[in-house]
Every structure is written in C-alpha cells, then in structure tokens.
Nanobody
Framework: QVQLVESGGGLVQAGGSLRLSCAAY????????MGWYRQAPGKQRELVATITNSGTTNYAFSVKGRFTISRDNAKNTVSLQMNSLKPEDTAVYYC???????????WGQGTQVTVSS
C-alpha cells in the first residue's frame, strides 16, 4: 500500500504562485509514474502534469509554460510549481501514483487551490 499526503494549497490572486507537494509513504518501491490532477466544481478530474521515474514529464496544454512538475526519488516526493495562476486554475488538486503491481492508481486526499481575479 502507498499513502500520498499533499500540502501547499491555498488562496492566491491571479498572477501569483503556489507550490504543491506530495509525499509518498509505504510501499514506495512499487511506484512508477506520479502526477497531479485537478477537479473543478461540476467538472471531471483532469490531468495537470505527470513525471516518470526517469524524469520524463508531460503537461496539459492549459498549464504548459506556467507549471513545473518535479520529483525527488530520494525523498519520495513530487512537487508542482504553479506560476502565473489564473482563476480557471481553481480546483482541488490531487496527487496520483501509479504502481507496477496493481492496475488502479493511488490517490491523495486532495488540496484546494483557489485563484481570485
């Protein structure tokens, strides 16, 4: 089992920055890719950014150039630096970890990000 604990959400004005962090605990040897997803009210959960064990990254078009995902395998953490935030970035952000040994991924509890205009 893997537990994911997110931190760093909050309220920020448009144009501001926030940094989200996610720490993994438990069977961390089983983790493959990690990433961040978000869900706004009334909308489906969507991919924000992912990063593999080797550091290959993937971003949603809407956040490219503004968000940066990074990973510290030694500390079992993944972070999301969010710059130039927009009101449409407002959502609950979830950390996700894929496992080599099971089909369903692990999810964190989510952290709220609110961007005011």
């Amino acid at each position: 089992q893997v537990q994911l604990v997110e931190s760093g959400g909050g309220l920020v004005q448009a144009g501001g920055s926030l940094r989200l962090s996610c720490a993994a605990y438990g069977s961390i040897f089983s983790i493959n890719a990690m990433g961040w997803y978000r869900q706004a009210p009334g909308k489906q959960r969507e991919l924000v950014a992912t990063i593999t064990n080797s550091g290959t990254t993937n971003y949603a078009f809407s956040v490219k150039g503004r968000f940066t995902i990074s990973r510290d395998n030694a500390k079992n953490t993944v972070s999301l630096q969010m710059n130039s935030l927009k009101p449409e970035d407002t959502a609950v952000y979830y950390c996700k970890a894929d496992s080599y040994y099971r089909i369903s991924p692990y999810w964190g509890q989510g952290t709220q990000v609110t961007v005011s205009s």
